[in-house]
């Protein structure tokens, strides 16, 4: 059965430090993973999708690895900003239906 | 750009009733998916629905859940006799290849 892993669970930081969020799981058969970021009692906002062919994907500040072999996936955020203040969710596409089974998140806050 | 919408945004409803949780998919999406995330807790996966029926469902997904797309355009969850541990954030998706969310319906049962 396909658990999802994030670690750490939470993380403040000074504003423009680089950080890294990691996530892991057990099982390598996935199709894709995707990085979303949720605010307090919000929705969920995609903020990369990894295709299973790939190694990583960047969108501005943002950049996503993903190692298959190791059942690993990083996000890692430059020069953060409080504006980045969030929860940020992992998820990955399992199962022939590519249902997306989650982390638990990291909640970020980033101090001015 | 296109994109899922929900409604209702927040739905209260008294433990026993009925609720219809409705969600509009982007129009080209073939594969439709309802996930519920209760406070403090991971996001978990309901149910797929593809070609007009249920492609699988979760443990969660028991007989007071179902799901129907009534038109061409509408994709609904009911449940029909409400729990108190059925209050969560009810999310629907819809994909081609990547999964797109809705902004979510916030059920409260008391």
């Known amino acids: 059965k396909q658990e999802v892993t994030q670690i750490p669970a939470a993380l403040s930081v000074p504003e423009g430090e680089n950080l890294v969020l990691n996530c892991s799981f057990t099982d390598s058969a996935i199709y894709n993973l995707q990085w979303f970021r949720q605010d307090p009692g919000k929705g969920l906002t995609s903020l990369l999708l990894?295709?299973?062919s790939q190694r990583e994907q960047t969108s501005g500040r943002l950049n996503a690895s993903l190692d298959k072999s190791s059942g690993r996936s990083t996000l890692y955020i430059a020069a953060s900003q409080p504006g980045d203040s969030a929860t940020y969710l992992c998820a990955v596409y399992a199962g022939n239906n590519r249902k997306l089974i989650w982390g638990l998140g990291t909640s970020l806050a980033v101090n001015p | 750009e296109p994109e899922v919408t929900q409604t209702p945004s927040h739905q209260v409803t008294q433990m026993g009733q009925e609720v219809i949780l409705r969600c509009v998919p982007i129009?080209?999406?073939?594969?439709f998916y309802w996930y519920r995330q209760i406070l403090g807790q991971k996001v978990e996966f309901l149910v797929s629905f593809y070609n007009n029926e249920i492609s699988e469902k979760s443990e969660i997904f028991d007989d007071q859940f179902s799901v129907e797309r009534p038109d061409g355009s509408n994709f609904t969850l009911k449940i029909r006799s409400t729990k108190l541990e059925d209050s969560a954030m009810y999310f629907c998706a819809s994909s081609h290849y990547e999964q797109y969310f809705g902004p979510g319906t916030r059920l409260t049962v008391t």
């Open positions: 129009s080209n999406h073939l594969y």
């Open positions: 990894i295709q299973s």
